[in-house]
């Protein structure tokens, strides 16, 4: 099984590092405007986000809703062929896939703790990080044509759809087993988490979206830029091999102590964007801020809520999707006004995250009282 979960992470991940570094590119190529890919691309993490809820409403998260989200991955990443040309198409494509993805990554994550442990997770999910950093290696010298890309995308969702297939049918008696009956996660009553999970993610807005823009806008190479992304990647696949023995300790004071590194990196990044050294020092810092922090969470809600299927989905939706979303959102309207402190509004939001989840942790010392 863990020889699955590794091929499956290496795959899917390959997926996203198309979706994120090349699909943008490809859609200029075509001729698309920039307000028309960033409506397509925005469209995702809100279907990330609503997902979670049609479970609540009676949806059953088990094989069977797994295994049609694989075919909704595969059938969309095909549909891409037929739409490239038409932006409503498009859209539809990428909302579909944002289905199939929202749903298939929270379930095989849950298969990954309860078949590795909290311990272990680290050491297989680095091979996303390794497949992530290998497809943008190796498209980016074939990248001749929107057809390459397309190609790309279409065979690592049939790989991936077949792999998480075979992982479900395998991890099928021991998850029918463990079924949830009742959903036990109340987010108005544990607002306060749920708000600094999110918040986090908000913060990464003006990383994700604007780094290479940001970093080159102050002096720094393209060629540089790139090293920095590859090294951020690199410090990120040590963290998740080493982090086993750190995950034995108190998860919610690493949820917070990453959450205030975070923000002192942002905050390195608009004090010194020209700085090279400082530059290499903050991606340095993603071991913490992602990969640490990313274990922690969801072995945090692993073991926090009964429902732990539906706390992945939830995971995934509200801080990766909503929290995406806001952030993407957020960090432009920053950059087109005021441009220099892009950074220091992440340093804000990620501190106010490290306060949620301060307060958070107070709430449930006097609960406990």
Known sequence: MSSLLAIFYFFYFSIIGVYIIFLPKVLSMVGYSASDIGIIFAAAPLVRFLVPFAFIKGLKINVRSFNIALLIMCFSALFFYFSLNSFYKLLFSNISLGIGLSIVLPYVELISLKYLGKERYGKIRLFGSVGFILVALVLVKFLSSADVALMYLLVLTLITALIGYIIA?????????????????????????????????????????????????????????????????????????????????????????????????????????????????????????????????????????????????????????????????????????????????????????????????????????
């Open 169 to 369: 049918k395998k991890a099928d008696t021991l998850l029918e087993k463990a079924q949830e009956t009742t959903n036990d996660i109340n987010l108005l009553k544990d607002w306060r988490l749920w708000v600094g999970l999110t918040l986090m993610q908000v913060s990464f807005g003006p990383f994700y979206n604007f780094f290479t823009i940001y970093t080159t806008d102050h002096g720094v190479s393209l060629d540089i830029a790139i090293y920095l992304w590859s090294f951020g990647v690199i410090v990120e696949i040590f963290m998740l091999y080493f982090q086993g023995s750190l995950l034995r300790k108190n998860l919610l004071l690493i949820l917070q102590a990453t959450t205030f590194i975070t923000a002192f990196r942002w905050f390195l990044l608009f004090l010194f964007p020209d700085n090279i050294t400082i530059l290499f020092f903050s991606q340095a810092l993603h071991a913490l801020s992602f990969a640490l922090f990313h274990s922690a969470a969801i072995s945090y809600l692993f073991y926090l809520y009964k429902h732990k299927s539906l706390a992945q989905q939830f995971f995934s939706g509200i801080t990766y999707g909503f929290g995406a979303f806001l952030g993407a959102l957020i960090a432009g309207y920053v950059y087109e006004f005021y441009p220099s402190y892009l950074f220091l509004s992440a340093t804000l939001i990620a501190l106010i995250a490290t306060w949620f989840l301060y307060i958070w942790g107070k709430s449930l010392k006097k609960t406990s009282l």
